[in-house]
C-alpha cells in the first residue's frame, strides 16, 4: 500500500478522490487519478513470475541479444559443445519465422524451443512463459534466451532472466554502442563476435569499440571471441561458470538477480 | 515498433485503473519518458491512435513528458545532464555514474470522467 501509485484507493477512501479531496479532480470535473507505475508492470510482473520460476528450479537464465546475424546461434552451438557434461542447457530460440534455430541447437541433442513472434520484433515475459510450459526446467542448468535479432526493441523488455549478453560482431562498426545505447547499457557482458574476421577488417578496431560501450558508463566486461576460431571462447565459459556459481550464492541466500542496468557502485571499473 | 507493445500494455492498465474507479471513459493519460527507456514518444503517439480504439480511453488524449538525461557522479558526486550515448560525468569525466532521470517508462496519471457519481457529490 502506498500514496502513490494508487493501490491505497478503496470503498471507504474513494470519496476523498471524487469529492475534491487530496487527490484533486481536475476544473472540468474530471477526476484525476496519479498512478506512478511502470508503463510495463504487467510485463514486469510476469517477468518477476518467470525469474522466481527460474530461480526455485536453480536454473540460470541468460538473455541474448544482437543485430540479425551477429553470431547469436553459433556461439550457442560452441557453448553447448563446450559444457555438455558439465551442465544442462535449455534453449529459447526467438525468431519472426522459421525453425531453424532451434534446429540447429536440437542437432547438439539439447531441447530448444522456438518463438516465432510473426512480425513481433522483440521477445516479452508472457512469450517467455507460455514457452516454459513446454520446458522441463528440472532437467535445465542454464537457460539461454536467444532473443530477435534486434539492436533496438528486445532491450525495453524484462523477461525474467538473470543476465543480460549483447553481441556486436566486427563486421557491425564500432560505434554501434554509441548508435544502440539502450541494448549495450543494459548488457552484463559485451560479446564482440566474430574476431577471426579483424583480420581483413580493419575499419573495425575493439579498443574503440570498447570505448564507446565505457562511454555509457557500462562496467560489464567486453570480450573478443571467435565462435569459429575458438578466440576468447574459454573466457567466455569461464564467465558464464563463475556466474553459475554466483547464481547458486544468490540462491543459497534466498536472492536473486536482474540484468544490470544501473551500475552497482561496489563494482565499478576506476575511471582510465 | 515494440511502442505498439507498450502501448496496448499501456491501455490494459489504465483500463484497469478506470474500471476499478467506476469511470465511464478515460480523458488523459500522462506518462513520463526517458530518452534511456527505448521508447520515442512520436512513435508512441502514433501507436496511440491505433491502439486506443475501442478502448475506455477511444477519445484520450496521450500527453507525453519527456524527461531529461541528468547523471549523478560516484565519483565526485556532481549532478550533470548527459546525452544517451555519452553517460560520463561532465565535471571530472569519470565512470562512475549513476542515472538518476532520463531512462523512465511511467505511467503519472489519468484523467477519468465519472459523470454519475461526480453528480451525486455536492460540491
Known amino acids: 500500500m502506498c500514496d502513490t501509485c494508487g493501490c491505497n484507493i478503496t470503498q471507504g477512501n474513494r470519496h476523498l478522490i471524487q469529492e475534491g479531496g487530496k487527490h484533486a479532480h481536475t476544473k472540468d470535473g474530471k477526476v484525476a487519478v496519479e498512478v506512478l507505475q511502470n508503463l510495463l508492470s504487467e510485463n514486469d510482473h510476469q517477468a518477476a513470475h518467470n525469474r522466481a520460476h527460474f530461480d526455485s528450479h536453480q536454473v540460470l537464465a541468460v538473455n541474448l541479444m544482437s543485430s540479425p546475424g551477429s553470431g547469436k546461434t553459433r556461439l550457442l552451438e560452441r557453448t553447448i559443445d563446450a559444457l555438455q557434461g558439465s551442465y544442462r542447457i535449455g534453449v529459447i530460440e526467438g525468431d519472426l519465422e522459421t525453425e531453424n534455430d532451434a534446429d540447429r541447437i536440437r542437432a547438439k541433442g539439447v531441447e530448444a524451443i522456438q518463438i516465432t513472434t510473426g512480425t513481433a520484433c522483440h521477445l516479452d515475459a508472457h512469450m517467455i512463459h507460455h514457452a516454459l510450459h513446454e520446458m522441463d526446467l528440472d532437467q535445465v542448468d542454464i537457460l539461454f534466451i536467444e532473443n530477435v535479432g534486434n539492436l533496438v526493441c528486445p532491450a525495453s523488455f524484462d523477461l525474467g532472466q538473470h543476465l543480460n549478453v549483447t553481441l556486436l560482431s566486427v563486421t557491425e562498426g564500432d560505434d554501434k554502442p554509441a548508435k544502440y545505447p539502450v541494448i549495450f547499457r543494459a548488457a552484463d557482458h559485451v560479446l564482440i563476435t566474430k574476431s577471426d574476421l579483424l583480420a581483413v577488417l580493419d575499419e573495425f578496431d575493439p579498443k574503440q569499440a570498447e570505448e564507446a560501450v565505457r562511454q555509457l558508463a557500462v562496467t560489464s566486461p567486453v570480450s573478443l571471441l571467435s565462435a569459429k576460431s575458438g578466440e576468447g571462447i574459454d573466457h567466455w565459459l569461464e564467465w558464464l561458470t563463475q556466474q553459475m556459481s554466483e547464481q547458486a550464492q544468490r540462491r543459497a541466500a534466498g536472492e536473486t538477480a536482474s540484468p544490470k542496468i544501473q551500475p552497482d557502485g561496489q563494482h565499478l571499473h576506476a575511471h582510465g | ?123
Open chain 2, 1 to 123: 515498433m515494440h511502442e505498439l507493445s507498450v502501448c496496448q500494455a499501456m491501455l490494459a492498465q489504465v483500463e484497469q485503473i478506470a474500471a476499478r474507479e467506476g469511470a465511464d471513459s478515460v480523458a488523459t493519460i500522462v506518462i513520463r519518458i526517458g530518452p534511456l527507456s527505448g521508447v520515442v514518444p512520436d512513435l508512441l503517439q502514433q501507436a496511440f491512435t491505433i491502439a486506443r480504439a475501442g478502448t475506455l480511453a477511444a477519445e484520450a488524449e496521450l500527453v507525453t513528458e519527456v524527461q531529461p538525461i541528468r547523471i549523478r557522479c560516484l565519483a565526485c558526486d556532481a549532478e550533470t545532464d548527459a546525452e544517451p550515448n555519452r553517460l560520463l560525468c561532465s565535471a571530472c569525466g569519470g565512470y562512475r555514474t549513476q542515472v538518476i532521470s532520463g531512462d523512465e517508462l511511467l505511467l503519472a496519471s489519468v484523467e477519468l470522467d465519472i459523470a454519475d457519481k461526480m453528480a451525486e457529490t455536492p460540491a
